[in-house]
């Protein structure tokens, strides 16, 4: 890695339903990467909390097993790359007394706030999208993140593109982002307000750089929110196995540069870390 300090702060272990590798397993390849930091964000989807049965598994086992295995973890004196204990706490508004046991599970160090869906419907990435009715979806979506913001009980707001990957990436259907102009500074202004971290979401994209930064979805959210006065970016590979862990970290940062910020965040018992990238 060649900046001075680097973090993976959204990582998954084998204790999310849709993740493959141990937490000892992505702590050996962080610390083989040289990496400062480690913070494992399993899974937690709030209206499936109590379904053992369900999609996400039993994640009233899951997150437990995924909190003991950071605590052993972090025992060991082989490694370098400090480990810290997270969660994604996945749509908190759906069901917020799930989300309140979830969180009184452990003193985390990082809390991860992500909307992968709206109320009764299907995540993003199932739906079938026709042009008519992404502004309403998106307004919607933006709306939700503004009043999960406004609950507060997290550190810093996941992969604020996430809907775009599917109706850009996937659907093909062009979205002019300032369209939502009034939604998304309301969201960005009550970030910086509550001194909550956005954070950049690299995707596990290996060719995220300065060169390629026109194409990426967060730069547009990352430029706002430095205007409208936050400070604090988190950076995540949302790896799902070890070989993912810290893919486009490196250029996500190169890209923070060009955009002014200096420094990354490493949130620690919930408090924010200002690391400076060179
Ligand atoms: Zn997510
Ligand atoms: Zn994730």
Redesign the pocket.
Known sequence: MKHKFTADS???SSN?FDAKSTVGEMLDRANGLGLDFLTI?D?FEAAFYHEANGEFGDQTVLLPKSISDVRAQQNRKDVKTELLCGI?LGEPLHDLSSAEEALALTEYDFV?C?VHNLKEMGDFFWLDYSEKEIPSLLKKYFLELSESTQWGRFNSL??ISYPLRYICGRAGISVDISDYKKEIDELLKLLAEKEKALEF?TCRNSLLSAKTMSECRDIYFLKRFKELGGKYITL?S?A?KAEELAMGIDGAMDILLQLGYGEITVFKGGKPHLLPII
């Open positions: 959204h990582v998954h999310s964000t899974h994604e991860l992500s996941a992969h979401n995540g949302d799902h």
